[in-house]
């Protein structure tokens, strides 16, 4: 089962800031948080992931709670583009294979 | 950036004969790659963890003997649904571990008539 809980679905302005945000309130300290998108009829596209520190990279920023029990992906100037679903997902521990496992994701509506 | 080829994107088959899904590593190695199934409006369900050189693991309710999985180099794996039949009929999705993240193949739409 999935780890994660989001929003079934948010909009946003184009041109603001869009804020996603995840719950992973049983995450192991050894377990990373990824967050992909998915277009509709493609695979998953890659974003961001990290461990406990806040992350930023060319697409995104991801901002890590202290307890990790939570996190939020920021995505800076929302562009409608970057209409998809979130999926914010816990990477399982080696132990149990390292795998990405699912939760139902969050549709993003960016609007102009 | 890590690229993952999926092949093929689209395929139609008749009830009750056999599919073969490839799902490339084109610029690195992956000794672990993993197969996906995606329903319409539903998220991605794993399928199975398909190891270079072993046995695939499978998810739990997965039947190994009708979703066979081969990874018999450390830039191919392949998914084989056997005798399909309509409810088969979905998205499939791979993927492979690059040492820094996971990559995506763009998918296979299966459908089953």
């Known amino acids: 089962d999935a780890k994660t809980t989001q929003p079934p679905s948010m909009d946003c302005a184009e041109g603001r800031a869009a804020n996603l945000p995840c719950n992973h309130s049983t995450i192991s300290g050894n377990e990373y948080v990824y967050w992909y998108r998915q277009i509709h009829s493609q695979g998953p596209q890659y974003i961001i992931h990290?461990?406990?520190n806040n992350e930023t990279n060319e697409m995104a920023s991801l901002i890590i709670t202290e307890d990790r029990k939570s996190s939020t992906l920021i995505l800076p100037h929302a562009t409608l583009r970057d209409t998809a679903v979130y999926y914010c997902i816990v990477r399982l521990s080696p132990l149990s294979g390292n795998k990405l496992v699912f939760g139902a994701g969050t549709i993003l509506r960016v609007k102009s | 950036g890590a690229v993952v080829s999926q092949h093929p994107s689209r395929v139609i088959c008749k009830s009750g004969t056999s599919v073969k899904i490839e799902c490339r590593s084109l610029?690195?190695?992956?000794?672990?790659m993993f197969w996906y199934r995606q329903f319409p409006k539903q998220s991605l369900m794993l399928m199975a963890t398909s190891n270079e050189g072993s046995k695939a693991t499978y998810e739990q309710g997965v039947e190994k003997d009708k979703f066979l999985i081969n990874h018999a180099s450390l830039t191919l794996s392949t998914l084989t649904v056997t005798s399909a039949h309509p409810e088969d009929s979905s998205f499939y999705i791979c993927?492979?571990?690059?040492?820094?993240?996971?990559?995506f193949g763009s998918g296979t739409r299966l459908t089953v008539v």
């Open positions: 610029d690195f190695q992956a000794t672990t």
């Open positions: 993927s492979a571990g690059d040492g820094y993240g996971y990559t």
């Open positions: 990290g461990l406990k």
